[in-house]
């Protein structure tokens, strides 16, 4: 949530010193939806996000994770300056989270905050089982949810072996900074057995419920 919040705020004061400063006529408009956020999702994504293969296309090497960063071209090409302009800005803010400005990562909201915007977020425990289940992929991830659905989730993939090792510090730490709750992490990353990318699905997929 803290990840979010900033995005949309630093992204937007961006923007406005951005108009501001170039006053050119034809950015005056600048493309509508959440521009920011999706930028700054893509550093997270660049530089935590592990590639699981590699492939080459007439000689060229490409990743499982090409065809995210071709989508994210063409949306920032989509309008010219009009979207160019905030998909900067989110990268700049994404950027300025990352590095842990003014240790914005540390921040935590308190604890009734956090429930009031998890009720506005998710259905009720009772609703939600009447609910069908929507597939969500191609949209933006939000990093907020409830810790308990997205264990019981966890808990509903098969078991981890026996000779499950205690996952990485540091590959927990990576999941946390992407605004997932650490015990959550921990255990999807012992369901995917350390497989950090199989474990922000497992993660994904929890919040998508």
């Known amino acids: 949530m803290v990840f979010i919040l900033f995005s949309i705020i630093v992204s937007f004061l961006f923007e406005v010193l951005a108009l501001a400063l170039l006053k050119d006529p034809s950015t005056n408009l600048l493309t509508s939806g959440p521009y920011g956020l999706i930028f700054a999702s893509f550093v997270p994504f ?3 996000i592990p590639v ?4 080459r296309v007439f000689g060229v090497r490409f990743s499982d994770k090409s ?5 994210g071209l063409q949306l920032f090409l989509s309008s010219w300056k009009r979207s160019m302009l905030p998909g900067i800005c989110g990268i700049f803010a994404g950027s300025l989270y990352r590095l842990n400005f003014c240790h914005i990562r540390k921040a935590k909201f308190p604890e009734f905050v956090a429930s009031f915007f998890s009720r506005l977020s998710w259905p009720s425990v009772g609703s939600s089982s009447a609910a069908p289940s929507r597939n969500v992929v191609g949209s933006v991830p939000s990093y907020t949810g409830r810790q308990v659905e997205a264990s ?10 026996p000779f499950s090792i205690e ?3 540091d590959s927990i730490a990576m999941l946390v900074s992407m605004g997932f709750d650490r015990n959550s992490a921990r255990q999807a990353l012992v369901h995917a057995r350390n497989d950090v990318n199989a474990a922000t699905n497992i993660l994904l997929e929890a919040q998508s419920h």
Do not use: K, Q
């Not at 699981?52 to 492939?55: H, I, L, V």
């Not at 019981?152 to 072996?161: D, G, V």
């Open 46 to 48: 660049f530089f935590d």
């Open 67 to 71: 065809f995210i960063y071709l989508a």
């Open 52 to 55: 699981s293969t590699r492939f």
């Open 152 to 161: 019981t989730l966890i808990r509903s993939y098969p078991s981890p072996t």
């Open 167 to 169: 996952p990485p510090e």
